[in-house]
């Protein structure tokens, strides 16, 4: 967990504020509260609000933008008693949203993002105005799954085999940087002393690795499906498809595969904008900020 007051040499220059109601310390930021249309911008793994710090300055000269971070993030807590699963991060964020009484919000959803925010309209459908997806998947679709994992599925399968998962997804203070890369990011230009020490910080120790060390183990061993099958049977699917949705995708993944995700996404929104990034990867945010941006401003003035 991250002091509330550090700003990494003014590259995050934004408020914090805490919300305890989860029974748990976690951050957020909540800029341009003036403006009327919400968006809020979903991290995954193993990030923090931090990448979407170009994002914030941008967006909330027009919208209110929220930014949290996910349970064992970024400034937020990492609670030893809590489960780190899709169904629990869904849960603290309807909370967080009911506290904050947003209504009719914008997300924007990379990595576990795509699958929070989705599995949040599956259960609150009214409350979803639009779907911007980065780098994500729902999963939602018959589209046959590739038969090899991606080079950052084989990495964690082969690490938990020997037993080095723990010891190297618990280590990310130092490992950081080599763990982002096997994700895959393209602008090496972006990594400096700051760069690296905000994605860091939030790691001083094992047990602040919680949230990292289980997120891949949910996809691996398929310990969301339940959850997600649940949410689906529950939910009007028509109303879910109705809502506009929208798919960036930095073609140089390591962590999910493009094609399929792409083809996810064109079986249940055949009709939507899909961009693809030839030259970003995993971490799009990072590799083609402004661009996406710009795509953001147009999905939400458009719907």
């Given at each position: 967990m991250i002091e509330a007051k550090e700003n990494f040499n003014n590259t995050w220059p934004f408020k914090a504020n805490f919300f305890s109601g989860n029974c748990f310390k976690q951050h957020y930021v909540d800029e341009g509260k003036e403006n009327k249309k919400v968006i809020l911008c979903l991290h995954g793994e193993p990030t923090?609000?931090?990448?979407?710090?170009?994002?914030?300055?941008?967006?909330?000269?027009?919208?209110?933008?929220?930014?949290?971070?996910?349970?064992?993030?970024?400034?937020?807590?990492?609670?030893?008693?809590?489960?780190?699963?899709?169904?629990?991060h869904v849960e603290n964020?309807?909370?967080?949203?009911?506290?904050?009484?947003?209504?009719?919000?914008?997300?924007?959803?990379?990595?576990?993002?795509?699958?929070?925010?989705?599995?949040?309209?599956?259960?609150?459908?009214?409350?979803?105005?639009?779907?911007?997806?980065?780098?994500t998947i729902l999963g939602y679709s018959r589209t046959d799954k590739p038969k090899e994992l991606t080079p950052w599925f084989k990495w964690i399968k082969k690490n938990e085999d020997n037993g080095t998962l723990e010891v190297l997804l618990g280590e990310l203070n130092t490992t950081i940087l080599s763990i982002m890369k096997i994700l895959n990011f393209t602008n090496s230009s972006i990594i400096d002393d700051n760069w690296i020490k905000a994605y860091a910080s939030p790691f001083p120790n094992r047990d602040s690795c919680l949230g990292a060390i289980n997120f891949p183990l949910d996809v691996l061993h398929g310990r969301m499906v339940p959850f997600i099958i649940s949410c689906l049977k529950n939910a009007d699917m028509k109303s879910f498809l109705e809502i506009p949705a929208e798919l960036v995708y930095g073609m140089k993944d390591r962590a999910i595969d493009p094609?399929?995700?792409?083809?996810?996404?064109?079986?249940?929104?055949?009709?939507?904008?899909?961009?693809?990034?030839?030259?970003?990867g995993h971490f799009s945010q990072e590799d083609e900020p402004y661009k996406i941006i710009e795509l953001i401003k147009e999905f939400v003035s458009n719907h």
């Open positions: 923090w609000g931090y990448i979407y710090r170009h994002f914030i300055r941008e967006l909330s000269k027009d919208f209110r933008v929220v930014v949290p971070d996910l349970m064992g993030f970024g400034k937020s807590e990492t609670p030893k008693n809590k489960e780190y699963s899709l169904k629990t964020l309807e909370n967080l949203v009911n506290y904050l009484k947003l209504e009719n919000i914008y997300f924007v959803g990379q990595d576990w993002g795509g699958p929070i925010l989705g599995a949040y309209t599956l259960r609150n459908l009214k409350n979803t105005k639009g779907m911007f997806l980065i780098n094609d399929y995700a792409i083809n996810d996404f064109k079986a249940l929104y055949p009709n939507s904008k899909v961009t693809k990034l030839e030259n970003a």
